[in-house]
């Protein structure tokens, strides 16, 4: 019998929406934003997913803000993925993608539309081809942030005409209020999903609020990879704020071991991913 697969622990640190307000911990400047991030690099996360922010905690696509963010959790964190947020709340159109040129590792890309608790997600087809295009120039690999069963369908269809490079990484996004809900059923869709069109790649999950914990479990446990972090979830319970990031990342470390998987090194996630070392 072969060992189990090493799971990749992703650590969202910061978001475009919680707020100091929400919970004290969530880190908003660089500076706490690497002090952060380097706790949830010490605890087992191999990936930092990273959005930045104003002075004012106001969404921010500013490269400049991840240009300082980059080369922090660089020095920092030996090896650790770095992966930046194309996401929409932190600006429009092609100013979504100004950080890309700082050749990240990794970066996030939404493949298509959707609702989300109070608008539309937009993710119009020039733009995302754009995007794509952008991160194949810059050799960042893209991961497919899949709101929505169609958006595996079109990242295996991006992968086709080659707009996306080998192999394409996706991540089910379930939870978010208005979009996919957290069902087992349809998880376990989407894994067979993956496997009939993207039976090379690997897949992990994000699920927002409670529900992270309930994907944290579900993908541990179903050979898939892993996202935490207060970007998602600024609760440890009903009760109770999570106390930081590195605190959610050892929640899930328990989890993979619980469920007999090892947690990723940077080396071995980079492996897995075909990142450059």
């Known amino acids: 019998m072969s060992d189990p697969k090493p799971c990749i622990i992703c650590v969202a640190i910061t978001g475009s929406v919680p707020t100091k307000a929400a919970n004290p911990a969530v880190p908003i400047t660089v500076a706490e934003q690497v002090e952060s991030t380097h ?32 080369e922090g959790v660089e020095k920092h964190c030996p090896g650790m993925i770095v992966q930046l947020s194309t996401g929409g709340r932190s600006g429009a159109g092609q100013e979504r993608g100004g950080m890309l040129p700082l ?5 996030s890309l939404s493949v298509g539309s959707n609702n989300f608790p109070t608008r ?15 991160m194949l120039e810059y050799d960042v690999k893209p991961e497919i942030e899949a709101f929505d069963l169609s ?27 208005n979009a996919m809900p957290a069902d087992r059923e349809t998880f376990d869709f989407y894994v067979a999903t993956m496997k009939r069109l993207l039976p090379e ?54 989890i993979c ?12 996630a980079r492996k897995i991913l075909g990142l450059r070392a």
């Open 39 to 70: 706790e949830a690099f010490e605890a087992g996360a191999a990936i930092c997913h990273a959005h930045v922010r104003n002075d004012d905690e106001t969404p921010s696509s500013d490269p400049e803000k991840f240009a300082r963010l980059k």
């Open 201 to 254: 790649s690997e897949w992990c999950t994000a699920g927002v609020g409670p529900n992270q914990i309930v994907l944290n479990e579900w993908a541990i446990a179903a050979g898939g990879h892993a996202r935490t972090g207060l970007e998602d979830n600024v609760r440890w319970d009903k009760q109770t704020l999570a106390p930081s990031n590195a605190a959610l990342v050892k929640r899930t470390v328990e």
């Open 151 to 177: 958006h595996i369908h079109h990242a295996a269809l991006m992968h086709r005409r080659g707009q996306l490079a080998d192999h394409p990484y996706v991540q089910f996004v379930m939870g978010v209020k």
């Open 257 to 268: 071991e619980k469920n007999a998987r090892p947690v990723a090194t940077t080396a071995q």
């Open 120 to 134: 539309v997600y937009e993710n119009p087809p020039d733009l995302v081809d754009w995007l794509a295009a952008q």
């Open 103 to 107: 050749r990240p590792d990794m970066a």
